[in-house]
């Protein structure tokens, strides 16, 4: 009987033994399903987050882009009006070698902005006389 107790004392601490380490390793493996739900909810939120910032930067690449494209269409719109502008320069330049009186562009177009302006007030004085006639 004593044998049998013993036996059975010592069954019954294999048992204890046994069921303390599958409690450990069941405490471990939650804490690693707890971390690993840890992890994958931080993946998660931060693949939200990158698809967030590429909608961000893919709405700021097609505003750049358009500002890009309307830059070009104002780029050959000046020159085309530089292209158109040069014929002129060239007469100016003309025009202020041949004359004594004129030593830069500029004083070309100063002389020319007076005497529109005289031309206004002159026509106007005159309009003023018509209608008093």
């Known amino acids: 009987y004593a044998n049998e107790e013993q036996a059975f004392r010592k069954k019954e601490e294999q048992i204890r033994s046994r069921d ?3 409690q450990h390793q069941l405490i471990k493996f939650n804490k690693f399903l707890q971390d690993n ?9 931060r693949a939200g987050e990158e698809s967030n910032q ?4 893919e709405g700021e690449i097609d505003d750049i882009e358009r ?9 050959r719109e000046l020159q085309h009006e530089v292209g158109k502008n040069l014929r002129y320069e ?3 330049e003309l025009v202020k070698e041949s004359s004594d009186e004129y030593s830069e562009i500029q004083d070309i177009l100063t ?12 026509r106007a004085i005159q309009s003023a006389l018509d209608a008093q006639a």
Request: proline share 0%; hydrophobic share 35%; aromatic share 4%.
């Open 67 to 75: 500002e890009l494209e309307e830059s070009r269409r104002m780029h």
């Open 54 to 57: 590429i909608k961000i930067k």
């Open 90 to 92: 060239a007469y100016l």
């Open 20 to 22: 303390m380490q599958l």
């Open 111 to 122: 002389r020319y902005r007076t005497l529109e302006a005289a031309n206004s007030d002159l």
């Open 37 to 45: 739900e840890g992890k994958r909810r931080r993946a998660e939120m």
